[in-house]
Structure formats: structure tokens, C-alpha cells
């Protein structure tokens, strides 16, 4: 099975700051690496598909990038309502792997 | 618009069966496969199977002696069963839409709002 390490943890930044949170796939998974947004008490949200995609209405301030093992969400200009929890996932194949999490909260 | 929305009892008791269905609309379960992924509360998700287009099955192996996913098309409803419950398997459960995007990545585009479930005697 196909193994997602997720990092930091946890990442505290200030509105306006830029962040990054990373992902680490056990193999290559071709750049079919997907990216959620989660939110205190709501659904997960998708944010990023193909590694590189932005899911219609997410604002361009979220980026990903990557490819083979290794990937990456960016968020330029943190606004208020960025605070949340971000979760990778494996979208090659089964089982479709979550990433630990990494919850980003305001400094 | 496209909805999901989890239901079942909230509470199970210990070494019971879990039953929890998952109603859609806005969509047919012929045209998108259906995960369900469970969060205990304050922890991260996880992945416990899929129902794809055709009605076959695939499972994460930590759950897959105890879980069974299956669906009802003519009445868009995915279900979930899961025995053996134990106080490990307190989470919310959600359902979601999952098709494959951009010919790159199987996704999960739409969730339902979650179902908690607390297991106790």
C-alpha cells in the first residue's frame, strides 16, 4: 500500500504570510496527488487534483506542485478564512491513502 | 445539485453491527463511485472502501474482514456495514462522490455533512 507522509503537523502564521505544507508518497504516484481543505466542524473540501489543479472556485493563493514522491500545497496571502486543517491524498489507486493532516492556525 | 447525506443510529453497541446508508441525489451511483471515509473526532481521515460505477468493491485492508459497502441504485443509496464494533471505531463517517478528474487523480468532489457514531453499551 501506498504510504502519505504529511508535514508539519501543525504550522502557525500570520494573515498575509505565505505557507507551505508537504507530502510524501511511499512511490511514485504519477502526480495523482489531491489536496483537501477542512474546516472546524465541515466536510472536507477538495482544493487541488493532479498535483497541480485548482478545483473550480478556489482562489489562485493555493498552489501545488510536485511530481514522483514528492509534493507540496502552497497558500500566498493567508486570509482569515485559510485557518483550517489540509489533508493529502493518494489518487493513483487503492487504498486511497490521507496524509496525517496538517492543521494551520493563526499566530 | 449534486447532495449526499449519511444516516443511521448514532449509537452501536460494542461487538455490534454498524448500518449506515448514504442517499444521493443530483447524480447517479452508475455514473460516479462512492467512498466512505471515517474521522475519529480530532484526528485525521481515513479511507475504508469504495463502491465504483460498475458495483464492485475495494476496501482498506485494516477494515476489510469486517466491512462490506454495497448500493441500491434505483433508490441512489450507497450502505456501509461494519461489525465488530469497537470503541476504536468512534468517528464520524462521511460518504463522498468520487469520480476521476483531469485524467490524473481519483478525487472526492462532494461530501455529505458526516454521521457520528459513538459505541457504548
Known amino acids: 500500500d501506498i504510504q502519505m507522509t504529511q508535514s508539519p503537523t501543525s504550522l502557525a502564521a500570520s494573515v498575509g504570510e505565505s505557507v507551505t505544507i508537504t507530502c510524501l508518497a511511499s512511490e511514485d504516484i504519477y502526480g495523482s496527488l489531491v489536496w483537501y481543505q477542512q474546516k472546524p466542524g465541515k466536510s472536507p473540501q477538495l482544493l487541488i487534483y493532479g498535483a497541480t489543479i485548482l478545483e473550480d472556485g478556489i482562489p489562485s493563493r493555493f498552489s501545488g506542485s510536485g511530481s514522483d514522491t514528492q509534493y507540496s500545497l502552497k497558500i500566498n496571502s493567508l486570509q482569515p478564512e485559510d485557518f483550517a486543517s489540509y489533508y493529502c491524498?493518494?489518487?493513483?489507486?487503492?487504498?486511497?491513502?490521507f496524509g496525517s493532516g496538517t492543521k494551520l492556525e493563526i499566530k | 445539485q449534486v447532495q449526499l447525506k449519511e444516516s443511521g443510529p448514532g449509537l452501536v453497541q460494542p461487538s455490534q453491527t454498524l448500518s449506515l446508508t448514504c442517499t444521493v441525489s443530483?447524480?447517479?451511483?452508475?455514473?460516479?463511485?462512492v467512498h466512505w471515509v471515517r474521522q475519529p473526532t480530532g484526528k485525521g481521515l481515513e479511507w475504508m472502501g469504495v463502491i465504483w460505477t460498475g458495483g464492485s468493491t475495494d476496501y482498506n485492508s485494516a477494515l476489510k474482514s469486517r466491512l462490506s459497502i454495497s448500493r441500491d441504485t434505483s433508490k441512489s443509496q450507497v450502505f456501509l456495514k461494519m461489525n465488530s464494533l469497537q470503541t476504536e471505531d468512534i468517528a464520524t463517517y462521511y460518504c463522498?462522490?468520487?469520480?476521476?478528474?483531469?485524467?490524473?487523480?481519483?478525487?472526492?468532489?462532494?461530501w455529505g455533512q458526516g454521521a457520528s457514531v459513538t459505541v457504548s453499551s
Open positions: 443530483g447524480f447517479s451511483l452508475t455514473s460516479y463511485n
Open positions: 491524498q493518494n489518487g493513483l489507486s487503492t487504498p486511497f491513502t
Open positions: 463522498a462522490r468520487g469520480p476521476y478528474y483531469g485524467y490524473t487523480s481519483y478525487v472526492m468532489d462532494a
